[in-house]
């Protein structure tokens, strides 16, 4: 059974918005209960962690992302947001959601692609 499943990715402009979707099964994780997490990683870089939202809804932001990227949640659908809005060259990575660890399992996340 595929725990996480990312969408939402694509090509756009630099200053350009997306909107990234996570559904994650529930035998995996139930949102309303996990902190979870967005993650992306580059090529040639290590996966690092951009935004976070936690149980009672506190979100937490890397300093590259914060002020232009929104992390939230959908409890009924079990799933998890990001609206990335003035996106920018360096914003190029692929992107996955997860919980913050341990890790068991990842999506196949997906591809952003910002062009400048």
């Known amino acids: 059974q595929v725990q996480l499943v990312e969408s939402g990715g694509g090509l756009v402009q630099a200053g350009g918005s997306l909107r990234l979707s996570c559904v994650a099964s529930r035998s995996f994780v139930n949102v309303r209960f996990s902190t979870m997490g967005w993650y992306r990683q580059a090529p040639g870089k290590q996966r690092e962690l951009v935004a976070s939202?936690?149980?009672?809804?506190?979100?937490n932001y890397g300093d590259s992302v914060k002020g232009r990227f929104i992390i939230s949640r959908d409890n009924a659908k079990n799933m998890v947001y990001l609206q990335m809005n003035n996106l920018k060259a360096e914003d190029t990575a692929v992107y996955y959601c997860n919980t913050l660890g341990p890790f068991t399992t990842w999506g196949q996340g997906t591809q952003v692609t910002v062009s400048s």
């Open positions: 939202i936690t149980n009672i809804g506190t979100t």
